[in-house]
Each structure stands twice: as structure tokens, then as C-alpha cells.
């Protein structure tokens, strides 16, 4: 079992910028095989920014060039930098782990834009 643990949510102006952590338990198989997702009240959880292979990312359309997802695999975390927030991005924020037919998530961080 992996358990992930995401932080770095909060309220923020339009404009303004936030970057979560997502943290594993343990190691994980590759940090590459993690990703973002997000959750708007009343809508489904859509996929956010993740690496489509090692080291290559790739974003929704409606956060490219606003987002961008890194990985540190010395301490089995995901981050996700969030610029030029709008108050469309406002979700809960969930962090995504998937090393084959096992898929992992964990609590979930609430960002707000509103000013």
C-alpha cells in the first residue's frame, strides 16, 4: 500500500500562484507514473498534468502554460506549480499514483481563486 499526501492548498487571488506536494509513503516504482487531477463542486475529476513517458509532461488544455508538474524521486514527490491562477481552477486538488493495474489517490487539497 501506498498512501500520498498532498499539501500546498489554500485561497488565492486571480493571478496569483500556488505549487502542491505530493508525497508517498514509501518509494514508488517511478515518480513518472504520478500525476494531478482535480475536482470541481458539481463536475467530474478531470486529469490535470502528468507525464505521458519518463520525464515528459503533458498538461489539460485549459492549464498549459499556467501548470507545470515536476518530480523529485529522492523523496517520492510530485509538485505542481500553478500560475495565473483563475477562478475556473478552483477544486480539490487530488494526487494520482499508478504502477499498473493498482492506482493509488490520495486525500485530496482544496485550492480556491476567488478574490
Known amino acids: 500500500q501506498v498512501q500520498l499526501v498532498e499539501s500546498g492548498g489554500g485561497l488565492v487571488q486571480p493571478g496569483g500562484s500556488l505549487r502542491l506536494s505530493c508525497a508517498a509513503s514509501?518509494?514508488?516504482?517511478?515518480?513518472?507514473?504520478m500525476g494531478w487531477y482535480r475536482q470541481a463542486p458539481g463536475g467530474q475529476r478531470e486529469k490535470v498534468a502528468y507525464?505521458?513517458?519518463?520525464?515528459?509532461?503533458d498538461y489539460a488544455d485549459s492549464v498549459k502554460g499556467r501548470f507545470t508538474i515536476s518530480g523529485d524521486s529522492a523523496k517520492n514527490s510530485v509538485y505542481l506549480q500553478m500560475n495565473n491562477l483563475k477562478p475556473e481552477d478552483t477544486a480539490v486538488y487530488y494526487c494520482h499514483y499508478s504502477p499498473g493495474i493498482d492506482e493509488y489517490w490520495g486525500q485530496g487539497t482544496q485550492v480556491t481563486v476567488s478574490s
Open positions: 507525464f505521458v513517458r519518463r520525464e515528459r509532461p
Open positions: 514509501r518509494k514508488v516504482f517511478s515518480i513518472y507514473l
